[in-house]
């Protein structure tokens, strides 16, 4: 199985960190969110992974080369400038990562999280990683009743950024900046987008100061 990391970002929210250190190579724990990500990967078995670069992006390449280092093969999807978000960046990688299921992380989060081999039923398109709302939130991105994500009635579940996605969600889809979000929504309605919930640990790196009360507890 092959895997993404969505690593393009500038990372706004982060600033004024992610001025000079893109959003994965931020440290927790004195450990980089890719270093963690790829022990991840590893463990389930994933030995080959896709980043996509724009912001700060050298800095990236530098740091990780090949991924021999880390026991990872790395190929890079360079955006530039002309980063094309979450929809665009991950049709821009499909000649990479086959005809078949992927797992696809965001760069900028922070778990304990074992992935587990996911088997998409024939009429299902993509399978999402969700956690209880945290403290931070509201309100949630999503609703899950028989596996199944909704978004009807109360929203207690927030979307990790971790999913794995059939190439076929992303049919006829041009290489161009958009967001998944639309195309998520859309099999939401169709019901062909399933979900499971995650009980353990999960952060999102969205501002200093969450990453810096994160480092408070590692």
Do not use: C
């Not at 299921?101 to 922070?110: E, G, M």
């Not at 062909?192 to 640990?201: E, K």
């Amino acid at each position: 199985m092959m895997a993404m990391i969505l690593a393009a970002g500038k990372g706004e929210r982060l600033r004024p960190i992610t001025d000079k250190t893109p959003k994965s190579l931020v440290k927790v724990g004195g450990e980089t969110l890719l270093e963690r990500h790829f022990r991840m990967l590893i463990q389930a078995g994933i030995t080959k992974v896709i980043i996509n670069l724009g912001w700060l992006g050298s800095q990236v390449i530098d740091y990780v080369g090949s991924g021999e280092k880390f026991g990872i093969k790395v190929i890079y999807s360079p955006e530039e400038n002309q980063i094309l978000e979450t929809g665009g960046g991950i049709v821009r990688a499909l000649p990479m990562l086959g005809k078949e299921p992927f797992w696809v992380i965001n760069a900028d989060i922070y778990t304990d999280y074992e992935l587990p081999i996911i088997d998409l039923k024939p009429n299902i398109l993509g399978h999402l990683v969700l956690v209880k709302n945290p403290k931070y939130r509201l309100s949630g991105d999503f609703n899950l009743r028989d596996n199944l994500i909704q978004r009807e009635g109360s929203l207690p579940y927030t979307f990790t950024g971790m999913a794995v996605y059939d190439p076929k969600l992303f049919s006829n889809q041009s290489i161009r900046r958009f967001s998944i979000v639309p195309l998520l929504f859309d099999q939401i309605d169709k019901k062909s987008l399933s979900g499971s919930l995650h009980n353990g640990s999960w952060y999102d790196i969205g501002t200093p100061e969450r990453l810096e009360e994160l480092n408070g507890h590692v």
